[in-house]
């Protein structure tokens, strides 16, 4: 039971570049988001999803996109990667909204050059 | 505007003794807090909760209290044992299972054996 699985783990990435940064639980569960963190910044939220097909917005999710088409994955895709950018980034899933407990991946570490 | 702030980057507490890691949030429409913890190299793992209707919540060693009045939250873990040995992040929503978990910038808790 691998329960959530990032993929890289590690990444470095030219100003310019776009890449897509890998989710994928076994846990069937519906929700899953994904955050990032900064020193200094704690996590903070970029998008979400409550289930198939269905995406939102988080609170810093300017230069990024996602997509759920199954229950199972979510990926986060930079378009164009800027240093700002720089970070690590994990993806987060919980069996439903209403339940609090979320189940992290160990991350992935970007560094935008 | 950083609305949850853990004040205290570290804190180093000797084996068996109490720890106490606080927390204090600006946003009066919080109403759910959590305690996740982070060792390195890894995700955080979800610790415990408490909603706002309660002023105590205990599981195990742990136990975190809530003092609406003061926007003020509490993570005690007794006795202490050099496995919580961790980050601890500080995280709240505006309602019961919103996703948009503002979280804090993480206290570094040292068990000193």
């Known amino acids: 039971n691998a329960g959530v699985t990032q993929t890289p783990k590690f990444q470095v990435l030219k100003t310019g570049q776009s890449m897509t940064l890998q989710c994928a639980q076994d846990?069937?569960?519906?929700?899953m988001s994904w955050y990032r963190q900064d020193p200094g910044m704690g996590l903070r939220l970029i998008h979400y999803s409550v289930g198939a097909g269905i995406t939102d917005q988080g609170e810093v999710p300017n230069g990024y996109n996602v997509s759920r088409s199954t229950t199972e994955d979510f990926p986060l895709r930079l378009l164009s990667a800027a240093p700002s950018q720089t970070s690590v980034y994990f993806c987060?899933?919980?069996?439903?909204?209403?339940?609090?407990?979320?189940?992290f991946g160990q991350g992935t570490r970007l560094t935008v050059v | 505007d950083q609305q949850v702030k853990q004040n205290s980057p570290s804190l180093s507490v000797q084996e068996g003794r109490i720890s106490i890691l606080n927390c204090d949030y600006t946003?009066?429409?919080?109403?759910?807090f959590l305690w996740y913890k982070k060792y390195p190299a890894e995700g955080p793992t979800f610790l415990i909760s408490i909603s706002s209707i309660k002023d105590k919540n205990e599981d195990g060693r742990f136990t975190v209290f809530l003092n609406k009045s003061a926007k003020h939250l509490s993570l005690h873990i007794v006795p202490s044992q050099p496995g919580d040995s961790a980050v601890y992040f500080c995280a709240a929503s505006d309602h019961f299972g919103n996703e948009k978990l503002t979280f804090g910038t993480g206290t570094r808790l040292t068990i000193i054996p």
């Open positions: 987060a899933t919980k069996k439903n909204r209403g339940n609090t407990e979320a189940f």
């Open positions: 846990m069937n569960h519906e929700y």
């Open positions: 946003n009066s429409m919080f109403d759910y």
